[in-house]
């Protein structure tokens, strides 16, 4: 019975947000609370555990997310985005211009959510595409693929980091493992799979491709640029390479450890880009402000969300449906990894949502990490990857990428959809063979 209740409440999530168009934090919280009171918990612990899930998520969140919006703000308004793009255009040449924009979405996309690095880069693309004299797709593919990679598997993105607090993962390893899986998914997805889309060729919506290009003088230096994106990833990725490596005893642990918490590494590259995004290309401090305001502005539903995820997990375990489950999935043969990817790869294919299938597949596969002792890092990304996958018409971003690049609906599915499948495939083959070898 309590997992019939919860399919039920599953179903209730997915019309509520598809048929009804309800806002999916609203949504989120409304299902949490009935599922809970179909579950038998009493009336009066609904609301507490509601916000003790709520505060719980967003208590380990708030500072990742929020800083890693100001970073990516920063680094798109100063131009340091658009120099990371010339910069490697120019080294990789017109011939190979499709590696250097997949390189560039998995840099910039390492500091950008996915939908602000797409239209941030989209310009770009358009005016590499005209000068370069190339198939717009061949250039667009990559693009999108690195983008999507990085905001499934890589923290800091919300979707990976808010999972790894829910299965009390160590984002360092995960972002160690995910970068593993990331590099060779992304160059598949994108350079390799753009070549079976050549007879596809939109044209470039009128006026695109003649945005405001930041002038050489008024950009940071490629160095600088690439040094900030940078410094949370090195920081968060040495304190995991310190944690498998070093004694927890020494000086160094402890330093690298600290430096490598999120919240820490991320306040670091804020504080380290308010001076070579703002004040290096003289902005003033209240100019600064400002794109950091508009940063957290841009981020606060999807916290909100994020957070409604966490209401409904926690409701889930106080409610005793996590640990029926966890027993179910204890005395099952079928692996953890894949019944977290085949659960996420389900609510994204029906609800649209990366963020929601991610966090709701999250909250029913928690219990799992606990009964069977799978790698919690392991079950991040399984659970990432089938966040990921096929990106139904009710995604927000199957109508970014089919407006912007002119597609049809056909065209559409032939290739963002496939690529958006490819990464949770690969994504999925990729963690089955870190398991393997663990």
């Not at 997915?14 to 579950?39: D, M, Y």
């Not at 009493?42 to 509601?50: E, K």
């Not at 970014?400 to 032939?414: D, N, P, V, Y």
């Not at 999925?428 to 398991?435: F, R, S, Y």
Request: with cysteine.
């Amino acid at each position: 019975m309590p997992l019939v209740i919860l399919a039920i409440g599953i179903l209730a999530l997915f019309f509520l947000i598809v048929r009804v168009k309800l806002n999916s934090f609203l949504a989120l919280l409304l299902v949490a609370g009935c599922v809970g009171f179909a579950e038998g918990l009493p009336i009066n612990q609904i609301i507490p555990t509601i916000e003790k899930g709520l505060g719980g998520t967003l208590g380990g969140l708030a500072i990742v997310v929020s800083f890693g919006a100001m970073l990516g703000k920063l680094m798109a308004e100063s131009g340091g985005a658009q120099r990371i793009a010339t910069t490697l255009i120019n080294v990789f040449g017109r011939k190979n211009v499709k590696w250097a924009v997949c390189l560039t979405g998995f840099i910039v996309g390492i500091a950008l959510f996915y939908e602000i690095g797409f239209i941030l880069l989209i310009p770009l693309v358009f005016t590499i595409a005209v000068s370069a004299e190339i198939p717009l797709l061949e250039v667009g593919i990559p693009m999108a693929a690195a983008l999507s990679v990085t905001h499934g598997f890589l923290p800091p993105h919300p979707g990976p980091t808010a999972i790894s607090i829910i299965y009390n993962a160590d984002i360092g390893t995960t972002l160690i493992y995910g970068g593993l899986i990331a590099v060779p998914t992304a160059i598949v997805a994108g350079p390799v799979f753009c070549s079976t889309a050549k007879k596809i060729r939109p044209n470039i919506p009128e006026g695109m491709h003649n945005p405001k290009i930041f002038k050489e003088e008024e950009m940071p230096g490629f160095g600088v640029s690439v040094f900030t994106a940078m410094v949370p990833v090195v920081l968060m990725a040495a304190s995991a390479i310190a944690k498998m490596t070093m004694d927890p005893a020494s000086s160094a642990y402890h330093v690298l450890t600290f430096l490598g918490s999120p919240d820490m590494a991320l306040t670091l590259a804020v504080a380290i880009a308010f001076y070579t995004f703002g004040i290096a290309q003289g902005k003033t401090i209240p100019e600064i402000m400002k794109v950091v305001e508009s940063a957290v502005l841009s981020i606060a539903m999807i916290l909100l969300i994020v957070g409604g995820g966490g209401a409904l997990k926690q409701i889930l375990i106080d409610s005793g449906v996590g640990r029926y489950i966890g027993e179910i999935a204890a005395s099952s043969n079928l692996s953890p990894l894949l019944m977290a990817w085949s659960v996420a790869a389900v609510i994204r294919t029906a609800c649209g949502s990366a963020t929601v299938a991610a966090l709701t597949a999250g909250g029913i596969a928690a219990p799992v990490v606990a009964a069977t002792g799978v790698s919690p890092e392991l079950m991040v990304l399984a659970t990432g990857a089938g966040s990921l996958i096929f990106s139904p018409p009710n995604d927000p971003g199957f109508w970014l990428f089919k407006e912007f690049f002119g597609l049809t609906f056909k065209e559409t599915i032939r290739t963002w959809c496939a690529l958006e499948t490819i990464i949770a495939v690969m994504g999925l083959a990729g963690v089955l063979v870190i398991d393997a070898l663990l």
